[in-house]
C-alpha cells in the first residue's frame, strides 16, 4: 500500500526566506505526482504538476524535484512571503491506478 | 472555465438524515474524483468516474454511500443514514484522463 509522508508537520519562517518541503513515498512506480496548496477551510490548489519522467518542474517562485528511485520529492519555495501562509500537500498517482494518495500536508507560517 | 463548482458549500444536518452533495466537472474533463478530508489529514479517496463509468471504489465508501454521474457531466455523492462520522470536508475533483486534478472548494458536512 501506498504511504506518502512530509516532513516537517508545520513550519514557521521569516518573511523573505527561501524554503523547502519534503515529501517521500513508498512505492516508486508512481505515473505522476502532484504539490497542492490549501487555505483554511478551502480546497486545494493544484501548484505543481510531476510526470514520473520527469525531474522537476517551475513555476515562478516554486520549484519541484521529483527522484523516483528513492521515493523523495522537495518543494522549494524562493522568497517566502506571508501570503505563502497555508498547508501544502503532495500527492502521488501509482502507474496501476488513478486516484491521488495524499501527505498529511505542512503547515506553513510565514511572519511579516 | 469556470472550474469545478461544488453544491452545497456547507451542510448541517442531524444524525440518521440522507444528504446529497453536487459536483459539477471542468466542462471538457472525462474523470471526476471524490475524496474525503477530515482535520488535520490529507484527502482521502472515495471514488472516480470515467465518462458515466463508476470504475473504482475505496473500502472507505460503505453501503451507506453512492456516487452517480448519469451523462457523464455532473456527479451526485448522496451518504443514507449520516453519522457523527461521516462530518468531514467532502472535495470532488476532475481530469483530462490521467492528467492533472483540479479540486473544488468541497463540501463542508457537519453531523449533529
Known amino acids: 500500500k501506498q504511504e506518502v509522508t512530509q516532513i516537517p508537520a508545520a513550519l514557521s519562517v521569516p518573511e523573505g526566506e527561501n524554503l523547502v518541503l519534503n515529501c517521500s513515498f513508498t512505492?516508486?512506480?508512481?505515473?505522476?505526482l502532484q504539490w497542492f496548496r490549501q487555505d483554511p477551510g478551502k480546497g486545494l490548489t493544484s501548484l505543481l504538476l510531476?510526470?514520473?519522467?520527469?525531474r522537476e518542474q517551475t513555476s515562478g517562485r516554486l520549484n519541484a524535484s521529483l527522484d523516483k528511485s528513492s521515493g523523495r520529492s522537495t518543494l522549494y519555495i524562493a522568497a517566502s512571503q506571508p501570503g505563502d501562509s497555508a498547508t501544502y500537500l503532495c500527492?502521488?498517482?501509482?502507474?496501476?491506478?488513478?486516484?491521488?494518495?495524499f501527505g498529511e500536508g505542512t503547515q506553513l507560517t510565514v511572519n511579516p | 472555465d469556470t472550474g469545478v463548482s461544488q453544491d452545497p458549500r456547507h451542510k448541517i444536518t442531524k444524525r440518521g438524515q440522507n444528504v446529497t452533495f453536487r459536483c459539477d466537472p471542468i466542462?471538457?474533463?472525462?474523470?471526476l474524483y471524490w475524496y474525503r478530508q477530515t482535520l488535520g489529514q490529507g484527502p482521502e479517496f472515495l471514488t472516480y468516474?470515467?465518462?458515466?463509468?463508476?470504475?473504482?471504489k475505496s473500502r472507505l465508501l460503505s453501503d451507506r454511500f453512492s456516487a452517480e454521474r448519469p451523462k457523464g457531466s455532473f456527479s451526485t455523492l448522496e451518504i443514507q443514514r449520516t453519522e457523527q462520522g461521516d462530518s468531514a470536508m467532502y472535495l470532488c475533483?476532475?481530469?483530462?484522463?490521467?492528467?492533472?486534478?483540479?479540486f473544488g472548494p468541497g463540501t463542508r458536512l457537519t453531523v449533529l
Open positions: 466542462s471538457e474533463h472525462n474523470r
Open positions: 512505492d516508486s512506480a508512481i505515473y505522476n
Open positions: 475533483a476532475s481530469s483530462q484522463s490521467r492528467d492533472e486534478q483540479f
Open positions: 500527492a502521488v498517482v501509482e502507474t496501476s491506478g488513478s486516484r491521488l494518495t
Open positions: 510531476i510526470q514520473s519522467s520527469q
Open positions: 468516474f470515467q465518462n458515466e463509468a463508476q470504475l473504482e
